[in-house]
């Protein structure tokens, strides 16, 4: 049962331009959300996070969108790199554990 | 920064053989993890452990075990190895059990049974 969903599973868009990643829960009791990104070969590495409590967090070009009404979150990228290549995964958490989504990938094309 | 080593980037077993899949961290963290990761599937939480000899189960446990003899290491343990068990094995660990949800991974084990 994934209680975390990453649809749209690749993305392509020009350098500059802003990447959209969406993530979808069904679970109200998770409390934190947190963005990870993945090259290959690579273990996942933390990019962002949010809390529940919160609506927005940005970091750098990095921003990310929480909608508890929706059960819905967002990570925008603007603007895009090349080195933003990669598999992005959604997570979040409920009693210290985390659940993650399938992944998106994510393809910057210079 | 925070080290997550595994042993092991790449190995290829036979099926009903004993695999070991060795973690060792270097920041002093209680919490450590197993995960898989499988296209289409995301990342799965096999087994965690939040202190030494104290191991819980995760969502998919079963066909697996776990070690924690000592806080920095933390070994999973496939009994007998079968091929819907060949998949990209992730090691994580955390600080403490009141933590932000970031885990710092390993760079994985990429496990073949043939």
């Known amino acids: 049962d994934q209680q975390v969903k990453q649809n749209s599973p690749s993305l392509s868009v020009q350098e500059g331009r802003i990447s959209i990643l969406n993530c979808d829960y069904t679970n109200s009791m998770f409390d934190y959300f947190l963005w990870y990104k993945k090259y290959p070969a690579e273990g996942p590495t933390f990019l962002i996070s949010i809390s529940s409590i919160k609506d927005k967090n940005e970091d750098g070009r990095f921003t990310v969108f929480l909608n508890k009404s929706a059960k819905h979150l967002s990570l925008h990228i603007v603007p895009s790199q090349p080195g933003d290549s990669a598999v992005y995964f959604c997570a979040a958490r409920r009693n210290n554990r985390l659940a993650f989504g399938k992944g998106n990938q994510v393809v910057v094309i210079p | 920064d925070v080290k997550v080593t595994q042993s092991s980037r790449y190995l290829v077993k036979r099926t009903g053989e004993k695999v070991f899949l060795e973690c060792v961290q270097d920041m002093d963290h209680e919490n450590m993890f197993w995960y898989r990761q499988d296209p289409g599937l995301g990342l799965r939480l096999i087994y965690f452990?939040?202190?030494?000899?104290?191991?819980e189960k995760g969502d998919i446990p079963e066909g697996y075990s776990v070690s924690r003899e000592k806080k920095e290491r933390f070994s999973l343990i496939l009994e007998s190895a079968s091929t819907n068990q060949t998949s990209m094995y992730l090691c994580?660990?955390?600080?403490?059990?009141?933590?932000?949800?970031?885990?710092?991974f390993g760079e994985g084990s990429r496990l073949t049974v043939l």
């Open positions: 452990s939040y202190d030494v000899k104290m191991k």
């Open positions: 994580a660990s955390t600080k403490n059990r009141v933590n932000t949800g970031e885990l710092f």
